[in-house]
């Protein structure tokens, strides 16, 4: 095989406090997010909801340093790929295509077809496929191959979801043991699996195979673990008046402080990077949370990152791929049916905790039948009056 080229594809956040304002705009511009009756409705709609959030969500991105750490360590793990890939015999470039913040997907795609390469690798960073992550830049990616004849002439193969690669549950068994044998009893502390939630309708009604995949991986993780440690599996994140998969986070951990677990490890299981939903929503919201509920001996293992046995993983995996049938994206974002999402808990629009949390609960959400409903039979002011 030539010169290979791998999209590293992932959500994006903003990179500094000054980039907030226009994530946000950006994010509500795009009508995949907010579907409305009228075009024009569009960008006054997301400058409001921009405007409106703004300072409260660069108060929250103070708390972890001032903007999102998720492209520099996309980037990183990038470099990390290409070096090891070389390593392994293995020429490549590496692209970063974020779906809501720089560098866009787009930038990446009109980068690569200007290399010559010979096949793409296209590489979510996210374990395990679900129609709200992988999925969306799957049906983005699509459509710019629809759009763009240098495109499809150019040979590619996806991979859908990876969570049963072995070093990838090496990778994370060795850092929950690093987290555990920190505690004067390694063997007796809880194991807490924190995954991002979606609606139950996706899974029951759309087909979305997220929670099977994540309820495997957490089993494989603990088979390659190998210890006597007792675990919970719950799901974070959690919006609107719908229906999540559960247990939620919060009430599990209200849950086994009621039981007397003193001692507990978190798991980030559905995220390979750190970012605002480890680094702000667990290790400070869920921790508060948690030692409310008497649970004072609290741990979180870090995230893989440029981890050497995750990234080797992420190499076995790509080098694999190149020698099976390519897999193409009209293969992997099919859904059984449309279904209806909502907005945000108490039907409000915007961030709770920030904007690039929101940045991952809206792909899981995309605003389709509301907002439809609320603008043509209540009026645009009712829908305004849900963001006071």
Known sequence: M??????LLNLGGPDKLEDVGPFLYNLFSDPEIIRLPFRWMQKPLAWFIATRREKTSQENYK???GGSPLRRITEEQGEAIKAKLGELGQEANIYVGMRYWHPYTEEAIAQLTQDNIDKLVILPLYPQFSISTSGSSFRLLEQLWKENPKLQSLEYTVIASWYKEPGYLQAMAELILGELDKFPHPDHVHIFFSAHGVPKSYVEEAGDPYQLEIEECTTLIMQTLNRPNPHTLAYQSRVGPVEWLQPYTEDALNE???KGVKDLVVVPISFVSEHIETLQEIDIEYREIAEEAGIH?????PAPNTNPVFIKALCDLIIDVLQQPNLK???VTQMKKRVKMYPQERWEWGITTSAEVWNGRIAMLGFIGLIIELIT???LLHVIGLLH
Do not use: P, Y
């Open 297 to 301: 001996n609290f741990g979180r293992v």
């Open 329 to 331: 994206l009209s293969q």
């Open 377 to 379: 039979g209540k009026g």
């Open 63 to 65: 708390q972890i340093g």
């Open 2 to 7: 030539g010169r290979i080229g791998v999209l």
């Open 256 to 258: 086994l402080g009621a």
